[in-house]
């Protein structure tokens, strides 16, 4: 449970999917700056999410099953914790303003709020799956609305 609420911050009311959102921007900008600085490689940024994407997958299926079997319990932020980073994936960690950080914030949670299709239908599937796969398919389309804006600006 304390890895699924990130340290209990899921439990914040209101709006506890922007506080778990919040953390992922902070890993965000937490691993921009070890790529720029450390000159990781942008793939090892790529595992490092990737990794932790997968591993949260049982993660939040336990948090589920221990909260009486809710399909996306709200205080289960950890699917937004770890979706919130791959928005920014699609800009070179040297290209992440400000600016960037914070409409790849805002487009995420646009879509993680809206649950355009096929985000909702995504919900459906079996436990932690379901709760990962909807995030993850609301960062892919704020991806793609930040590559286009950030191309133009």
Do not use: Y
């Not at 999410?49 to 993660?59: C, D, E, G």
């Not at 289960?76 to 980073?85: F, I, K, N, S, W």
């Not at 409409?103 to 909702?120: E, M, N, Q, S």
């Amino acid at each position: 449970m304390l890895l699924a609420t990130c340290g209990g911050i899921g439990r914040i009311r209101p709006a506890p999917g922007t506080w778990g959102a919040a953390v992922g921007l902070f890993a965000a900008v937490l691993t921009t700056w070890l790529t720029t600085s450390a000159k990781l490689p942008w793939p090892a940024e790529i595992g490092v999410w990737l990794v932790i994407n997968l591993a949260s997958v049982p993660v939040c299926t336990l948090a589920a099953r221990h909260l009486g079997g809710l399909k996306d319990p709200s205080a289960v932020v950890l699917d937004e914790a770890a979706a919130m980073p791959l928005v920014l994936l699609v800009v070179p960690a040297s290209g992440r303003t400000w600016l960037v950080f914070v409409l790849a914030f805002g487009l995420f949670r646009l879509f993680d709020i809206t649950k355009p299709p096929p985000c909702r239908q995504l919900e459906r599937l079996p436990e932690g799956l379901g709760i990962m796969a909807d995030d993850w398919t609301a960062a892919g389309m704020a991806a793609g609305v930040l590559a286009g804006t950030v191309f133009w600006l």
